[in-house]
Structures are given as C-alpha cells and as structure tokens.
C-alpha cells in the first residue's frame, strides 16, 4: 500500500499552500483519509479528516475556517488547502488511511505516508 503527500514547502506568513494525499494498493475500503502533523519532539496532532462515505470533514480548532480538506473517492485522494498560513503551522505533514471491510464496517489496517514538510516564516 502506498500513502503519498506532495506539495509541502517554504511560504510567507499569510500565504497559502496545497498539499495532495493520494493512496492506492489497499484491498480494503476507504474510511477515512486525515492529516496530522508534528513539530520535532511534539506529539503528531490531528488537522483536518474526511470520511469518505459521508463525505463529513472534522478540523482542528487551529485551523478551522483556514483550512480545508477534500476528497475524490475515485482517485482515493485527498487535499489540504492551506490559506493564512501561519509560523506555527510550520510541521511535517503525514497523511493517513483508515481502511474498513466493506460492507461490514469492520476496522482494517491504518497507512501513513512519509511527510511533507511545511515551513512558514515571518
């Protein structure tokens, strides 16, 4: 199974960037789809997750009403629209893939990618 994030960089407080998630190999089903993020030495925290069946979206209250995430169950992709960026969003972005056995609702096997790092300066 492959998890891969695109899109991180360097950007101007106020700024705005995208990042892509896109996941492929899995036999389960698509349940969710996340982004979290961790500073160096700090615990990974939750930003924005999507549920693929419902299509309902949760944010992180730091990024709520900056952020946004969508997703294109076809393509089993998601994006994070980054707008107002700010130093302390500056992280590595990991994207994750909550899988399910379809039909069943059972929980399958979870998938991280390997980051993109998002450096916002002053």
């Known amino acids: 199974v492959r998890v891969v994030e695109s899109g991180g960089g360097l950007v101007q407080a106020g700024g705005s960037l995208r990042l892509s998630c896109q996941a492929s190999g899995s036999h389960f089903a698509t349940a969710t789809m996340a982004w979290y993020r961790q500073v160096l030495k700090k615990q990974r925290e939750l930003v924005a997750s999507v549920r693929f069946a419902r299509g309902t979206a949760e944010y992180a209250d730091s990024v709520k009403d900056r952020f946004t995430i969508n997703k294109e169950n076809a393509k089993n992709t998601i994006t994070l629209e980054m707008n107002s960026l700010q130093p302390e969003d500056t992280a590595v972005y990991y994207c994750?893939?909550?899988?399910?056995?379809?039909?069943?609702?059972?929980?399958?096997?979870?998938?991280w990618g390997q980051g993109t790092q998002v450096t916002v300066s002053y």
């Open positions: 994750k893939l909550e899988t399910e056995v379809e039909g069943f609702g059972t929980r399958g096997p979870v998938y």
